[in-house]
């Protein structure tokens, strides 16, 4: 019942917010994050924007969302093609069943929710590089080490969570409209 109350359908206002939004998302993680964090030391904010619409959206609009987000990400990365949508499509199939159990209002919740997705998405990006393309997997042992920055980079992710889902929380009744049709 609470499940519910909570999870409104999207509408094509909806849709088309987290559509641009992704992609300001990946305008400012491509271009201006670079700068201000160089070596990787950044939050991921598409992980958060996954999440939120893991535990928010509605299953069948959210995952037509989430695949057309990772392939807007494969179109701006040289990576794999198709591996972000199946990445994505992961975390946010494990956020929509969290959901059903939870109600994570709570920035502790928040918290926990985003580190452990980012964790989790890490870990299977780097299993694939290590299985497609024998990337090897490096212990920390300086403060320059991908596994270090990867790590501080999830810390970040989490700290930013709760404000980031706060700040959708805000703007997501401006694009709710009850008389067009659910997608």
Do not use: C, H
Request: no cysteine; hydrophobic share 60%; proline share 7%.
């Amino acid at each position: 019942m609470a499940d519910e109350v909570r999870i409104k359908p999207l509408f094509f206002k909806g849709v088309l917010f987290f559509l641009i939004t992704g992609l300001v998302l990946l305008l400012f993680q491509t271009i201006f994050q670079s700068w201000m964090a160089p070596d990787a030391y950044g939050p991921d904010l598409y992980i958060i924007l996954i999440v939120y619409l893991g535990l928010n959206a509605p299953l069948t609009t959210g995952v037509i969302l989430v695949a057309a987000l990772g392939f807007l990400k494969d179109a701006a990365s040289a990576g794999l093609l198709g591996f972000n949508p199946v990445l994505f499509l992961i975390v946010f199939l494990m956020a929509s069943r969290i959901r059903q159990k939870l109600d994570p209002s709570a920035p502790g919740y928040l918290f926990i929710l985003v580190f452990l997705f980012s964790l989790w998405a890490g870990l299977l990006n780097w299993a694939a590089l290590y299985f497609f393309n024998g990337y090897p997997l490096l212990l920390p042992d300086s403060f320059s080490n991908p596994a270090v920055s990867y790590l501080v980079s999830v810390l970040l992710t989490a700290f930013v969570g709760p404000f980031f889902f706060g700040l959708l929380d805000l703007l997501r009744p401006l694009v709710t409209d009850s008389s067009e049709q659910d997608l």
